[in-house]
């Protein structure tokens, strides 16, 4: 139990373009989940706290016009990254929680490459 | 031995050895702990956890110890395989801050040597 997915894995683009990731909890509804960021060899930075039905929490320095999120349903939150950069080159990773489960436990995606040309 | 540097510290063990890794954390209010492993190109993985008002925690093969004084943890994993060879991340929760998003240390490389 406890599976979180996150699609794609891996996505190259154009400088300019826009990519959305999309992050699904598939076996438990998540209130909550996260949007971490990590650079090669560094650790996870949070971006953004998304709750399923209002506006994401986004952290210090973290633009919310650039990183769109969006948690529509219990299962599924969306990660777009805008108007995409050589700099938003970076791995991409959700986090979910388990409303039911234990306190802060936290179950993390796959995470997703993207590599802005 | 640990090597610490521009890139991730480094701990270099030998198979069946146990191996220490520890971690500062820098909120004296955070109450939740967490060590995550972490694969290359994969998600972190969780591996145990404990609270503040604990000092140690025993799981299968790991141990995590918590010294709140200096804002210190650790992670013990006894007798070491292959397959421990990864990233391994502390991770610390608020829950007083509002948003209870993780914060993470900046991780530790360990290599498991035949």
């Known amino acids: 139990g406890a599976v979180v997915s996150q699609h794609p894995s891996r996505v190259i683009c154009k400088s300019g373009t826009s990519v959305k990731i999309e992050c699904r909890s598939l076996?438990?509804?998540?209130?909550?989940m996260f949007w971490y960021r990590q650079f090669p060899k560094k650790s996870l930075m949070l971006m953004a706290t998304?709750?399923?039905?209002?506006?994401?929490?986004?952290e210090q320095g973290v633009e919310k016009d650039k990183f769109l999120i969006n948690h529509a349903s219990l299962t599924l939150s969306t990660l777009t990254v805008t108007s995409a950069h050589p700099e938003d080159s970076s791995f991409y990773i959700c986090?979910?929680?388990?409303?039911?489960?234990?306190?802060?436990?936290?179950?993390f995606g796959p995470g997703t490459r993207l590599t802005v040309l | 031995g640990e090597s610490v540097g521009l890139h991730l510290p480094t701990l270099s063990v030998q198979e069946g050895d146990n191996s220490i890794i520890n971690c500062a954390y820098s909120?004296?209010?955070?109450?939740?702990f967490i060590w995550y492993k972490q694969e290359s190109g994969k998600g972190p993985q969780f591996i145990i956890d404990?609270?503040?008002?604990?000092d140690k925690r025993q799981g299968q093969r790991v141990t995590v110890l918590l010294n709140k004084t200096v804002k210190h943890l650790s992670l013990q994993i006894a007798a070491t395989q292959p397959g421990d060879s990864a990233v391994y991340f502390c991770?610390?929760?608020?829950?007083?801050?509002?948003?209870?998003?993780?914060?993470f240390g900046k991780g530790t490389h360990l290599i498991i040597q035949p």
């Open positions: 986090s979910a929680r388990d409303f039911r489960g234990s306190y802060n436990e936290q179950f």
């Open positions: 076996d438990f509804q998540a209130t909550t």
């Open positions: 998304s709750n399923e039905g209002s506006k994401a929490t986004y």
């Open positions: 909120n004296s209010a955070s109450d939740y």
């Open positions: 404990i609270r503040s008002n604990m």
């Open positions: 991770a610390e929760v608020f829950s007083g801050g509002g948003a209870d998003g993780l914060t």
